[in-house]
């Protein structure tokens, strides 16, 4: 069950777009549209932002998408602004019938 | 509104056994999939475990498999994690979440509670 892979750090300027990729295998990623994303504050419970690869949460800002293309998902967020500054994590279940996280993106709004 | 509450956590040695409880509530708790996430201080999140609504069904991270038991009780609004032949790697703070989006969303996580496995 190896981690999925995220770049460490992503950084933008406040209303710029940047995404977070999340690559995995054919065995979890690419098996079925069951990709997830988390954002997590310093000291803070993770929170539920993209379910089922590209569907938001009620609540959640419209400035987040989640999209996928073959072993590799994707988070984008448009319009970066200072709140999003956090640690995010995908996650997908697999094949196995286990699920497994990323490696976690540190975003930072410059 | 939805609450979990992680109990139990604390400090063992190595070899030993501890159990977390997870009280939830402003939800109807047998409706719903939980799970156990876990998260080693500055490290990122680990899954653990997960559990049917009626607690027939399990599934494990290879990592705990063997060592490590998930349940419930439903009359209680209550999930357990028996954990035995702790390890230092078990050593992290342990989220209760509840499976509420889609097919495997985790729509709602409790603050967690630290175990510290350490001689």
């Known amino acids: 069950q190896s981690a999925l892979t995220q770049p460490a750090s992503v950084s933008g300027s406040p209303g710029q777009p940047i995404t977070i990729s999340c690559t995995g295998t054919?065995?979890?990623?690419?098996?079925?549209?069951?990709v997830s994303w988390y954002q997590q504050h310093p000291g803070k419970a993770p929170k539920l932002m993209i379910y089922?690869?590209?569907e938001r949460p009620s609540g959640v800002s419209d400035r987040f998408f989640g999209s996928k293309a073959g072993n590799t998902a994707s988070l984008t967020i448009s319009g970066l602004q200072s709140e999003d500054e956090a640690d995010y994590y995908c996650?997908?279940?697999?094949?196995?019938?286990?699920?497994?996280f990323g490696t976690g993106t540190k975003v930072t709004v410059l | 509104e939805v609450q979990l509450v992680e109990s139990g956590g604390g400090s063992v040695q190595p070899g030993g056994s501890l159990r977390l409880s997870c009280a939830a509530s402003?939800?109807?708790?047998?409706?719903?999939?939980m799970y156990w996430v876990r998260q080693a201080p500055g490290k990122g999140l680990v899954w653990v475990s997960r559990?049917?609504?009626?607690?027939?069904?399990?599934e494990y991270a290879d990592s705990v498999k063997g060592r490590f038991t998930i349940s419930r009780d439903n009359g209680k609004n209550t999930l357990y994690l028996q954990m035995e032949s702790l390890r230092t790697e078990d050593t992290a703070v342990y989220y209760c979440?509840?499976?509420?989006?889609?097919?495997?969303?985790?729509?709602?996580w409790g603050q967690g509670t630290l175990v510290t496995v350490s001689s």
């Open positions: 559990l049917k609504t009626d607690g027939t069904y399990t």
């Open positions: 979440v509840r499976g509420g989006m889609g097919n495997t969303g985790l729509d709602h």
């Open positions: 089922d690869v590209s």
């Open positions: 054919s065995s979890d990623v690419g098996a079925d549209n069951l």
């Open positions: 996650s997908s279940y697999t094949s196995t019938k286990t699920f497994v």
């Open positions: 402003g939800f109807t708790f047998r409706n719903f999939w």
